[in-house]
């Protein structure tokens, strides 16, 4: 199985940028999707952005869309998620999911449903202050 491991949460000004990371590590050599949701207080967890093995489809929440992009480095085992204009309801606990896949499922635009995604890293807490 894949152990993922997030980085790069802190405090932030509304209207400023954070880099999240998310580094992969045990069985790496199969091919998985990535994604990141979020969970602020009281809330449910939502999706924020996926992307297939390949890097070449994306998936985006509609909370975020345009404001962040999710990108991913296979030979460094690492998938970054890049948060701009950030906003106080960006306030959150981010955390990286993944799932294997397999033929054209490593290539299509990947799922965006948490139930689909079958690890879990611990999260990293992002704090926006307006």
């Known amino acids: 199985q894949v152990q993922l491991v997030e980085s790069g949460g802190g405090l932030v000004q509304a209207g400023g940028s954070l880099r999240l990371s998310c580094a992969a590590s045990g069985r790496t050599s199969s091919r998985y999707v990535v994604g990141w949701f979020r969970q602020a207080p009281g809330k449910a967890r939502e999706f924020v952005a996926s992307?297939?093995?390949?890097?070449?489809?994306?998936a985006y929440g509609d909370s975020v869309q345009g404001r962040i992009a999710i990108s991913r480095d296979n030979a460094k085992n690492t998938a970054y998620l890049q948060m701009n204009s950030l906003k106080s309801e960006d306030t959150a606990v981010y955390y990286c999911?993944?799932?294997?896949?397999?033929?054209?499922?490593?290539?299509?635009?990947?799922?965006?449903?948490?139930?689909?995604?079958?690890?879990w890293g611990q999260g990293t807490q992002v704090t926006v202050s307006s």
């Open positions: 992307i297939s093995w390949s890097g070449g489809s994306t």
């Open positions: 999911a993944a799932y294997y896949c397999s033929g054209y499922g490593c290539y299509r635009v990947p799922n965006s449903t948490d139930s689909e995604f079958d690890y």
